[in-house]
């Protein structure tokens, strides 16, 4: 036994361990010309070198030393050929496929509200120029909950430093929403609790450079404000659930350039309008935008109509309560992510009956929603006891892949990094939690283009999670 133990253990060692001698090399070069010839005997003359070679090999000490030579030779060839210095040392062996990890994540870092009365976090951003920085608004949503020694300031946060803010933003009137301007890193547009849109350069500090007028500002708090794709830059629009949204220039916010009244009978009244709680632009469709209500519809827009009244082109109705999420696939634009009461569903803009996916009723109340930019299948959604959920609809279609525990407290607000691996997450105590998703989750799988295509085409209606069973 103990020599079957001992064969056994040398063979594991000649797997992974090989003692040899050291070998010190030294790089060198060598110039080689004609030489070894006689003095009397021109190299470049053949009939002479011929002459030369028959004289020598006649010679009896050439014929005793080839022999000699050639047994050198032939023992350093037979080593050569026993041993293959180029052959792989585990040719041969079965290679066993590992199995893929469960879906995860962890927590990179935590920015905390560094004020003593906390806030709810209500939105982020993070910034274009490689996701260094990330954006927060902070702000207490409770009708008169806010009490007077809260502070109005919200901060910029270096990823890797959260001890401290970068930047402090000072705002007139706690910020509920911003947006980085994809086209211009050091820009940043922020709508607050009073309605007022408030427009920063960080290259001149912690004080607005633009401010717009109380007159001609939203009425209720700005839930919502997106950088549009504009020659200048400049062009921004916003949404408020006093019913109106509103097109800015931010080098000139005494008023803005554009207004749409979102009255359902298209009318233009204001006392009929439904207040407007998400907002939706994508740059590939610079002729539309949609809008999430505090009432439960999801409206459908035209800004390139020529009257308000061909403005509102349809709505979707689909939620109990407030549409807190709205986003379009950006992979499958006519397809778009709603989170409203219980439920987050996928529409497709031709269907208007009804959602085409739609998951189970949750068990707690769902905040905020967004898609992976990286992977069309993959969307993230938060909930009120602090879980974030990762869905991906062509592994998993009754359950989440990867439910996450944040945090204690309700999640409000959530965004992701283009690279599609970072996460951030804001809570109702002021904790913005920055969460590293695994490769799995952020990385396009192979034929995961085409198959989502191939579900999200289907002609059924109403169509559950847990009715989808892709092959």
């Given at each position: 036994?103990?020599?079957?133990v ?7 060692c ?7 001698e050291?070998f010190?090399?030294?790089?060198c070069g ?6 070894g010839?006689?003095k009397d005997?021109?190299?470049l ?11 020598a090999?006649?010679?009896?000490s050439?014929?005793?030393?080839i022999?000699?030579?050639g047994?050198v ?7 050569n050929n026993?041993v ?6 585990f ?9 893929p ?5 962890k ?14 976090v209500?939105g982020?951003?993070?910034h ?6 990330l ?6 949503l409770?009708?008169?909950k806010?009490?007077r020694?809260?502070?109005l ?6 990823v890797?430093?959260p ?10 009137s ?15 547009v922020?709508?607050s609790?009073n309605?007022?849109?408030?427009y ?7 004080q607005?450079v633009?401010l717009?007028?109380?007159?001609h ?9 997106i ?7 400049t062009?921004?629009f ?8 509103l097109?800015?220039d931010v080098?000139r916010?005494?008023?803005p350039?554009e207004?749409l009244?979102?009255d ?14 998400s ?9 539309k935008?949609?809008?999430?209500t505090?009432?439960g ?8 109509a ?8 349809c ?8 549409v807190?999420?709205l986003q379009?696939?950006?992979f499958f634009?006519?397809n778009f ?16 009956e ?10 707690s ?9 990286v992977r ?7 909930k009120?006891?602090g879980?974030?959920?990762v869905?991906?609809i062509?592994?998993k279609?009754?359950?989440?892949t990867?439910s ?9 607000s ?19 939690t920055?969460?590293e ?9 192979k ?5 989502l ?5 289907t002609d ?12």
């Amino acid at each position: 036994q103990e020599i079957k133990v001992n064969q056994r253990r040398r063979q594991y060692c000649s797997l992974f361990q090989v003692n040899t001698e050291r070998f010190e090399s030294d790089s060198c070069g060598i110039n080689h010309v004609e030489g070894g010839w006689p003095k009397d005997i021109n190299p470049l003359d053949m009939e002479q070198t011929i002459r030369f070679r028959k004289k020598a090999e006649k010679d009896e000490s050439y014929l005793n030393s080839i022999p000699q030579l050639g047994s050198v030779a032939e023992h350093c060839g037979r080593q050569n050929n026993a041993v293959d210095i180029y052959q792989e040392p585990f040719d041969g062996w079965e290679e066993v496929e590992e199995s893929p990890e469960p879906p995860s994540a962890k927590t990179i870092n935590i920015f905390r509200d560094p004020n003593e009365v906390k806030r709810t976090v209500t939105g982020l951003s993070w910034h274009p120029d490689g996701g260094r920085k990330l954006a927060a608004a902070y702000s207490c949503l409770d009708f008169q909950k806010a009490s007077r020694d809260m502070s109005l300031d919200s901060y910029i946060w270096d990823v890797e430093n959260p001890n401290r803010p970068e930047l402090t933003l000072k705002p007139a009137s706690p910020l509920v929403c911003l947006d980085y301007n994809p086209k211009d890193p050091h820009t940043l547009v922020g709508g607050s609790y009073n309605g007022q849109i408030v427009y920063w350069d960080t290259r001149r500090g912690s004080q607005p450079v633009e401010l717009s007028s109380v007159e001609h500002s939203h009425r209720d708090p700005v839930y919502k404000i997106i950088w549009l794709q504009s020659k200048t830059g400049t062009d921004a629009f916003s949404a408020s659930t006093d019913g109106q949204v509103l097109w800015w220039d931010v080098r000139r916010l005494s008023e803005p350039t554009e207004r749409l009244v979102l009255d359902p009978t298209r009318e233009g009244n204001l006392d009929r309008a439904l207040g407007a709680i998400s907002l939706e632009f994508e740059a590939t469709m610079p002729t539309k935008f949609m809008v999430g209500t505090e009432q439960g519809l999801v409206v459908s827009c035209n800004r390139k109509a020529k009257t308000p009244t061909e403005k509102i082109v349809c709505t979707y109705d689909g939620h109990h309560g407030p549409v807190y999420a709205l986003q379009r696939n950006p992979f499958f634009p006519k397809n778009f992510l709603t989170v409203g009461d219980w439920t987050a569903r996928i529409w497709s803009e031709d269907i208007k009956e009804s959602s085409i996916m739609c998951t189970k009723y949750q068990m707690s109340y769902l905040t905020d929603a967004c898609w992976s930019p990286v992977r069309p299948s993959v969307f993230f959604t938060l909930k009120m006891d602090g879980m974030l959920d990762v869905w991906d609809i062509l592994f998993k279609q009754s359950d989440p892949t990867l439910s996450l525990k944040v945090c204690d407290r309700a999640l409000y607000s959530l965004r992701v990094q283009d690279n599609g691996r970072l996460v951030a997450c804001g809570s109702q105590q002021g904790e913005t939690t920055l969460l590293e998703i695994c490769s799995e989750l952020s990385t396009l799988q192979k034929n995961e283009k085409s198959l989502l295509a191939a579900v999200s085409d289907t002609d059924t209606v109403n169509l559950d999670f847990n009715q989808l069973h892709p092959k």
